[in-house]
């Protein structure tokens, strides 16, 4: 692991709740994988992870939900 930028804390493996407000649709997204720092909680998300989040809000919109929370670990391709 490499440190953080922000405080110099280390960066660790681990989950996080990513939302997205999009005015009129909120996503949430649970166990989202992600590096976050020890010390300041500073997240990171890798470009694959991120590919998935993408393709989990664009499928979010065109349900033209009000509100669409899943996990991410069921809702993956990767």
């Known amino acids: 692991m490499s440190n953080c930028p922000i ?6 493996t681990s ?24 010390l300041c909680g500073e997240e990171w998300i ?4 991120a590919q998935n989040l993408e393709e989990v809000v664009n499928e979010a919109q ?3 939900r ?3 929370v899943v996990d991410f670990a069921l809702e993956s391709v990767a």
């Open 7 to 12: 405080c110099n804390g280390q960066k660790e």
């Open 15 to 38: 989950t996080i709740t990513f939302s997205v407000d999009l005015g009129d649709t909120i996503v949430i997204v649970r166990n989202t994988p992600a590096l976050v720092c020890s």
């Open 46 to 49: 890798d470009d694959a992870i």
């Open 62 to 64: 065109t349900k033209h």
């Open 66 to 68: 009000m509100i669409e």
